[in-house]
C-alpha cells in the first residue's frame, strides 16, 4: 500500500510506518504486559525512496538503557552498496503504565470550525502542492478548520480493513490523522512533510474510523522552516481514544 504514499512522484516511507515500527519493536523487546510504548524524540534524518522494482530491506535496531527504556534507529539496507545501512530515524521508546486521558466533547469542536472541506477538495490541494497520495492513502473523509486548528474525520480505506490485526494503528490510518495538520498550514506555505516527533503515545487499539484534532502551536509557526503543531486522535466517542503528539 505505500505504493499510494508519492511524494512529488516518488513513493517514499511515510513517518507514521517508523512510529509503527517503533512502539511495535519497543513492546516485544520491553515485555509490556499491559502497559503501554511511548515513542518519545523521534526524528526523520533522511526520506526513505522506495524502489518501483525490487526490494527495500528495512531494519529495527533497539539499545536498552534500562528495563523500561530504550533508545532505537531505524536502517535501510542500501541498494547499491552490499551491507551498508544508512539510518532514516531515531529516537527513544519506553514503557508506560496504562491510563484514560480526559475526553473532548465533538460535538463542539465540530461546531468551532468556520470553514469545511470535503475530502476531495482536500486531496485536490495536496495535489497541487506534490503530495500525490493514491487511493489507500485517501483516509480523510472531511475536515472543519479555523485559523490555527482542525478537525478531520477518519476512516481507514475500504481496501486496507483486512490488514489492520498487523498493527496497533495502521500507518496509512495513523498518516491520513496527520494530514490534518497540514490543512492548518499559513496561507501560501511551502509543502511540509513530518520530520520529528515529540512525543507519540497509544492509549487504546483504534477501530477504523476516528477523529483527528490538529492544533497549531502558538509561536513556532510563520516565517520559519519548520512549524510544530499538536495532534490528538479520538474514537467516536471522543472519549475512549486519544492520542497526544507533538511533532513537527
Same mark, same amino acid.
Not at 60 to 69: D, G, I, K, Q, R
Not at 145 to 168: F, H, N
Not at 193 to 217: C, E, K, M, Q, V
Given at each position: 500500500?505505500?505504493?499510494?504514499?508519492?511524494?512529488?512522484? #516518488? @513513493?517514499?516511507? =511515510?513517518?507514521?510506518?517508523? /512510529? $509503527?515500527?517503533?512502539?511495535?519493536? &519497543?513492546?516485544? %523487546?520491553?515485555? +509490556?504486559?499491559?502497559?503501554?510504548?511511548?515513542?518519545?524524540?523521534?526524528?526523520?534524518?533522511?526520506?526513505?525512496?522506495?524502489?518501483?522494482?525490487?526490494?527495500?530491506?528495512?531494519?529495527?535496531?533497539?539499545?536498552?538503557?534500562?528495563?523500561?527504556?530504550?533508545?532505537?534507529?531505524?536502517?535501510?539496507?542500501?541498494?547499491?552498496?552490499?551491507?551498508?545501512?544508512?539510518?532514516?530515524?531515531?529516537?527513544?521508546?519506553?514503557?508506560? #503504565? @496504562?491510563?484514560? =486521558?480526559?475526553?473532548?466533547? /465533538? $460535538?463542539?469542536?465540530?461546531?468551532? &470550525?468556520?470553514? %469545511?472541506?470535503? +475530502?476531495?477538495?482536500?486531496?485536490?490541494?495536496?495535489?497541487?502542492?506534490?503530495?500525490?497520495?493514491?487511493?489507500?492513502?485517501?483516509?480523510?473523509?472531511?475536515?472543519?478548520?479555523?485559523?490555527?486548528?482542525?478537525?478531520?474525520?477518519?476512516?481507514?480505506?475500504?481496501?486496507?480493513?483486512?490488514?489492520?490485526?498487523?498493527?496497533?494503528?495502521?500507518?496509512?490510518?495513523?498518516?491520513?490523522?496527520?494530514?490534518?495538520?497540514?490543512?492548518?498550514?499559513?496561507?501560501?506555505?511551502?509543502?511540509? /512533510?513530518?520530520?520529528?516527533?515529540?512525543?507519540?503515545?497509544?492509549?487504546?487499539?483504534?477501530?477504523?474510523?476516528?477523529?483527528?484534532?490538529?492544533?497549531?502551536?502558538?509561536?513556532?509557526?510563520?516565517?520559519?522552516?519548520?512549524?510544530?503543531?499538536?495532534?490528538?486522535?479520538?474514537?467516536?466517542?471522543?472519549?475512549?481514544?486519544?492520542?497526544?503528539?507533538?511533532?513537527?
Amino acid at each position: 500500500f505505500v505504493d499510494d504514499h508519492r511524494i512529488f512522484g #516518488t @513513493a517514499i516511507l =511515510p513517518a507514521a510506518f517508523y /512510529l $509503527e515500527l517503533a512502539a511495535s519493536a &519497543g513492546k516485544a %523487546a520491553l515485555n +509490556a504486559n499491559g502497559s503501554v510504548a511511548v515513542v518519545e524524540s523521534f526524528i526523520v534524518h533522511e526520506t526513505l525512496v522506495l524502489p518501483d522494482d525490487g526490494v527495500c530491506t528495512v531494519q529495527t535496531v533497539l539499545t536498552p538503557e534500562s528495563s523500561e527504556a530504550a533508545s532505537f534507529k531505524i536502517f535501510s539496507l542500501e541498494a547499491e552498496k552490499a551491507e551498508v545501512w544508512r539510518v532514516y530515524a531515531s529516537g527513544k521508546v519506553r514503557i508506560a #503504565t @496504562a491510563d484514560s =486521558p480526559k475526553p473532548l466533547a /465533538l $460535538e463542539e469542536l465540530r461546531a468551532r &470550525g468556520e470553514e %469545511a472541506i470535503s +475530502a476531495e477538495t482536500h486531496y485536490q490541494q495536496l495535489r497541487e502542492r506534490g503530495l500525490d497520495f493514491g487511493s489507500r492513502f485517501q483516509g480523510v473523509a472531511q475536515i472543519w478548520r479555523r485559523a490555527g486548528e482542525a478537525l478531520g474525520e477518519i476512516q481507514l480505506p475500504e481496501p486496507l480493513m483486512s490488514e489492520t490485526a498487523y498493527y496497533d494503528i495502521h500507518p496509512a490510518l495513523l498518516d491520513a490523522c496527520l494530514q490534518v495538520a497540514g490543512t492548518i498550514l499559513p496561507p501560501g506555505t511551502d509543502t511540509y /512533510l513530518p520530520i520529528g516527533i515529540d512525543r507519540f503515545r497509544l492509549y487504546a487499539r483504534p477501530g477504523t474510523r476516528l477523529w483527528s484534532l490538529a492544533r497549531l502551536r502558538l509561536g513556532d509557526g510563520a516565517n520559519t522552516q519548520t512549524l510544530t503543531a499538536d495532534v490528538r486522535l479520538l474514537d467516536e466517542a471522543a472519549a475512549r481514544f486519544d492520542r497526544a503528539a507533538g511533532g513537527q
